[in-house]
């Protein structure tokens, strides 16, 4: 009989006890593992709050914005930055928008405090299956912590400072405030950040006046704008739009009639913006200054409004002005290669500048040669020494010689013999006569008398302030200046002697609204009215009878100068009515000849006249009005004698600065040297 094997009352029963001690090791490692994981976790969550940047960036918003160039009546010309952001402030954001974002990026925004954990496991599960990091599962607040204070870069050590800063972000400020910054921060492509901007770009509205199928649209781009862009991708727009639109439905926001008929409401897209090429020299003028005193990088991110003097029907005139007349040169010189022009208008009484065309082409040759510009006037600068003798006791019908005259040259032993346009000598001349005719003869006899010391500073005290020379060779504008001085300084006789300083920029105002700069009109009496008066009488008889009377044709009271540089190089015409002067250059940059016959009547005036006719019904068309104190008189041509008649009459009445009729001045006598 076989027996049984029984087990030893002294044998161990190992089976329970081995099960307790695996248990026991188990639960240690559970601890241990427990408590290295939290360990690890929080020197993780240290070494990594350590890097996290605090929310001063946050509680002070200031994020970069677009600075608005405008021109006089408001209208946007050109807007300046490094990213295309309008801030605007919550209360102006409307709500549907606001909640149409929310619907489409984070629907339980309201709820969380900054994380949504479905959306991470969600998204983390996801990475997980496709083996890639494509999916972020972020909240509205993560995407402010990453765009505002994170890189972009897709790493599990920014996801981590990410949810750290969002929940802080979270517990620092309201959701308001949260929106208010994420519906300004957000990049919403084709260049524009914020929904403002974005309203702008796309529709051409401000965000109040946005419809819920164009809301729908703008919070489809978050999630990639470039692949979401309705110019560019209008089906994959469509199809983002009907997200948005459904998802605003089931969160209740809309009701599902309404969002079926956004859907299949039509779009209108803004229109291309416009360059305003026109506007080059004198948004560039602009630019440059105001980079200069603010600098760049306050001027392209600083959210400035600079509103500028620019009238844009007379900008459009000066350009149209310029290309005729540039098209009738190219009319009488066919084959030659295009020269270049310049136009500048300001007003007399503010020295606004209305319009300035610096070239033909500014893409092509952005250098201005309405202010940067320097060249000879020729003749356009005679009134300042006619100016200067009505000063020293001449009057308009003192009598000068027209006859040759030989003075010593620049070179020791060389004569300086100059004659007049016409090559002829007319005798005696009044001093009307001289300006009418632009004669060189009486102006350089002129120069002689008062010395080119005192024309030089009322030129100066006028405003032209580059150099001049110091020979009797100023007489016919050999000192080169800019368009701009001279134009500015021709105002003044228009303005009974006041000097105005030209105005580009009326005011500038910082992103919180605040003047930052504002300039109003400066002026100052550097010349007798009387003197100017009579001044303005000259040219007035320039267009009425002189080398200006091609600019008659305008049927408005004007005065004005042509000017002429040897050669033909530069041809010039300055003139201006009560409210408005102008001035018109025309020649090569290389100094080359225009052509023959190519005078400032011939080429420039045009120009001037175009201009000036093309605005025509802006100008009052009221004659100049003379001061207390002036006596119109009536001379004999050729005598210059006064005819003691002070009734108005033609041709040859002339401004004479006297109190009465019984007390004109006495006329003094030119001087004879070289005749």
Not at 149 to 162: C, D, H
Not at 397 to 412: F, H, N, S
Not at 484 to 495: I, P, R
């Amino acid at each position: 009989m076989s027996a049984s094997k029984q087990a030893s009352p002294n044998e161990p029963d190992s089976g329970p006890r081995v099960y307790w001690s695996h248990l026991h090791l188990i639960v240690y490692l559970l601890v241990v593992g427990s408590v290295f994981t939290i360990c690890v976790g929080v020197l993780l969550y240290w070494f990594v709050a350590l890097d996290i940047p605090d929310l001063k960036a946050l509680r002070s918003y200031r994020p970069p914005v677009t600075t608005f160039i405008l021109d006089s009546q408001g209208e946007i010309l050109e807007g300046l930055s490094k990213e295309n952001r309008i801030l605007v402030p919550y209360d102006r954001i409307p709500d549907l928008l606001a909640r149409a974002f929310v619907a489409a990026e984070d629907a339980r925004f309201f709820e969380h405090a900054g994380l949504d954990a479905w959306s991470i496991i969600r998204a983390f599960i996801h990475n997980l299956q496709s083996g890639e990091r494509g999916q972020g599962g972020s909240t509205i607040t993560q995407q402010v912590a990453r765009d505002l204070l994170l890189s972009p870069e897709k790493t599990y050590t920014r996801k981590l400072k990410e949810a750290i800063l969002a929940y802080r972000i979270d517990s620092a400020l309201t959701k308001e405030d949260i929106l208010y910054i994420y519906l300004n921060q957000i990049y919403l492509g084709a260049g524009s950040y914020g929904v403002e901007a974005a309203a702008r770009t796309y529709f051409g509205k401000h965000i109040g006046e946005l419809n819920l199928a164009e809301m729908a649209i703008l919070a489809g781009l978050p999630q990639a704008p470039s692949r979401y862009s309705p110019l560019k991708h209008f089906a994959r727009a469509k199809a983002r739009q009907a997200y948005v639109l459904n998802r605003m439905a089931e969160e209740g926001y809309i009701t599902p009639e309404a969002a079926r008929a956004a859907y299949k409401q039509a779009l209108f897209w803004a229109p291309p913006q416009k360059t305003h090429e026109d506007d080059g020299y004198f948004l560039q003028y602009v630019r440059n200054y105001a980079e200069q005193k603010y600098g760049r990088e306050r001027l392209y991110t600083g959210g400035l409004i600079i509103r500028t003097t620019l009238d844009r029907r007379q900008q459009k005139a000066a350009t149209a002005a310029v290309v005729a007349g540039l098209a009738q040169w190219k009319a009488r010189h066919p084959g030659r290669r295009p020269p270049e022009a310049a136009l500048v208008a300001l007003e007399t009484g503010t020295g606004m500048v209305r319009a300035m065309v610096g070239g033909t082409n500014y893409a092509e040759s952005p250098f201005d040669r309405a202010v940067q510009g320097r060249r000879q006037p020729g003749s356009a600068f005679k009134p300042f020494v006619y100016a200067t003798a009505l000063m020293h006791g001449f009057t308009p019908a003192t009598l000068i010689t027209d006859a040759p005259i030989k003075l010593p040259g620049a070179q020791r032993g060389k004569f300086w013999e100059p004659h007049n346009y016409d090559g002829k000598f007319h005798g005696p001349t009044t001093v009307r006569t001289g300006l009418i005719t632009s004669n060189n003869i009486v102006t350089i006899k002129l120069l002689q008398a008062v010395g080119t010391k005192p024309v030089i500073a009322l030129a100066g005290e006028l405003g032209i302030q580059s150099p001049l020379t110091k020979n009797l060779s100023l007489a016919l504008g050999v000192s080169d200046v800019s368009l701009l001085e001279l134009t500015a300084a021709y105002s003044a006789f228009a303005n009974g002697g006041k000097r105005v300083e030209p105005i580009f920029i009326t005011k500038i105002t910082d992103s919180d609204g605040r003047v930052i700069e504002e300039n109003k009109p400066r002026l100052k009496q550097v010349l007798d009215k009387g003197v100017a008066l009579q001044v303005t009488s000259l040219l007035k008889g320039v267009v009425e009878e002189g080398t200006g009377r091609g600019v008659r044709a305008l049927g408005l009271p004007a005065a004005g100068k042509t000017g002429t540089t040897n050669d033909y190089m530069d041809a010039w015409f300055v003139g201006f009515t009560p409210e408005l002067a102008a001035g018109v250059w025309m020649g090569y940059d290389q100094k080359t000849s225009l052509g023959d016959k190519e005078t400032g009547a011939r080429a420039a005036s045009p120009v001037w006249l175009a201009f000036m006719s093309g605005i025509k019904s802006t100008l009052s068309g009221r004659d100049f009005e003379p001061p207390e104190g002036i006596t119109f008189a009536t001379t004999d041509g050729p005598t210059g004698e006064i005819s003691g008649d002070s009734e108005a009459g033609d041709g040859n009445k002339t401004a004479v600065e006297a109190p009465s009729q019984e007390n004109l001045p006495q006329q003094p006598t030119a001087p004879t040297t070289g005749e």
